[in-house]
């Protein structure tokens, strides 16, 4: 009998926008929406205690017509999530700014994600941005398919037809930086100890390598989001990047530094 699954609570947007303190992050209920899953696992490790409100889907509300996001276009003038709010600081809407944020507010004794030593920052930011940033690996994924949400992120013929070799070039980075870390010792993306490039890449990675429900349980809500990153690990050209080492990476992050299986509320299956 699977273990019970934790069911988070989750505020309004309203409500988070009027509390005054406390980090409160915007998520889908069910749903690791893989920015969202990213920045819950750097609070995880942070120790950062969070609030989940709930992300207004696209689309008009039926009773009122009115733009499900406007409020959080008012508030952030943009409608992705995850959005981070921390006391009555000015909203976080960017991985970037997540990041220092969450590294500042971390409770003591918590790891370093951003490296003090400056080559290796420099190696740290450069290996999330191949992930995270624009036409990066995700912004790839996102358009492997034709969707509404690859329409908002760019699609067209010729960018989706050049998404599987970039994401394969951006996967075998990675693979070779691990290669060159084991040589010198290291399970880590940078230096000899966990930093946010190797959250933000075992989390990311889950788009294009799906791991097992003991790490990412299915909900009745994930279920096509699931489908969608398995089928991307099939793309023969990513498929054709995928080790054996990238695979090991993932989980021995997950399952040794992140919270597993993910709490994500929803409706389990
Ligand atoms: N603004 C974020 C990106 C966030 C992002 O792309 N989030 C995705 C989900 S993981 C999203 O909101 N997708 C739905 C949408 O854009 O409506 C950043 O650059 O760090």
Known sequence: ???????????????AAAMT??????????????????????????GVPLIRVLHPRMGVDKATG??????????????????????EERPRN?????????????AAG??????????????????????????GLVWNMRILVDSPLG???????????????????????LDRRLEAQEQRGSSY???DALTAADIYWATLSMSVLPPLPEVMPLTQQNQGMLKFFEANSQVP?????????????QRFILTTHCETPAVLGGDPL
């Not at 303190?21 to 899953?37: C, K, L, N, Q």
């Not at 960017?94 to 971390?106: D, F, N, T």
């Not at 960018?159 to 970039?166: D, I, L, Q, T």
Request: aromatic fraction near 8%; proline fraction near 6%.
């Open 66 to 87: 009115e733009d499900r996001q406007a409020k959080l276009y008012e508030l952030t003038a943009q409608t992705s999530l995850p959005t981070m709010f921390h006391d």
């Open 237 to 249: 050209e990513i498929a054709g990047a995928l080790t054996n080492r990238i695979e090991k990476h």
């Open 21 to 46: 303190a406390g980090t409160r992050v915007t998520f889908v209920p069910g749903i690791p929406a893989m920015y969202s899953e990213a920045l819950k696992n750097i609070c995880f490790v942070k």
């Open 151 to 173: 329409q908002k992120y760019g699609f067209s013929a010729e960018a989706s037809g050049a998404a599987p070799g970039k994401i394969a070039e951006i996967i075998t980075v």
């Open 189 to 191: 993306l940078v230096g």
């Open 1 to 15: 009998m699977p273990e019970q699954m934790e069911s988070p609570e989750f505020i309004t947007l309203d409500q």
């Open 110 to 135: 918590t790891p370093t994600l951003i490296p003090d030593n400056f080559e290796r920052r420099a190696e740290l930011f450069g290996l999330c941005a191949i992930v995270l940033a624009e036409d």
């Open 94 to 106: 960017v991985w970037i700014e997540q990041l220092a944020l969450a590294e500042r507010i971390g």
